[in-house]
């Protein structure tokens, strides 16, 4: 049966790749686990990659979060079950989903699924933050000559 929040499905390669991408993130990068954080992390656009288990109860907990990834543009991914997740991060009870922040010796496995899930190659992480500072008022881009100028002294 089919959860609400799953909106296509996986081949059992993709979900695979994306545990291996879990495992390499947590080992060399930067992972959020559970609901709140991975919301947390998607919100303010860090996340590179969200996996999600299918068989989250109660399904509402998990509801909101493929409509945040397609708003902010964050690829997401489900994964059969809990416990597969949790033992991916290294942990001994069931994760319900994962969001990788910082890729480390996982960004080839990333670049794979998001490749598959959405057809098209990765961009670098850094494009959508650049495309952010066009798309609001020019007044951040002065700070962030002024940082990078106290930096440089």
């Known amino acids: 049966m089919a959860k609400s ?3 296509f499905e996986v081949a059992k390669e993709v979900s695979d790749k994306a545990l291996e991408a879990v ?10 686990k559970g609901i709140n954080e991975v919301t947390k992390s998607v919100e303010r656009g860090l996340a590179l990659l969200v996996v999600m288990a ?9 509801m909101h979060l493929p409509i945040l990834c397609d708003q902010k543009k964050i690829t997401y991914v489900y994964v059969p079950t809990k416990t597969d997740l949790g033992k991916a991060v290294g942990m001994n009870i069931t994760c319900s989903s994962v969001a990788i922040e910082k890729a480390g010796d ?5 670049k794979e699924v998001v490749s598959k899930i959405t057809g098209k190659s ?6 959508p933050k650049e495309q952010h500072h066009k798309e609001t008022k020019s007044e951040h881009k002065p700070k962030t000559e002024k940082k990078e100028e106290s930096k440089g002294e």
């Open 23 to 32: 495992r390499l993130a947590k080992q060399t990068g930067t992972i959020r």
């Open 122 to 127: 990765v961009p670098s992480k850094e494009q």
């Open 5 to 7: 929040y799953v909106k």
């Open 106 to 110: 996982a960004e080839s496995s990333i």
């Open 54 to 62: 299918e068989d989250i109860e109660p399904e509402e907990i998990a």
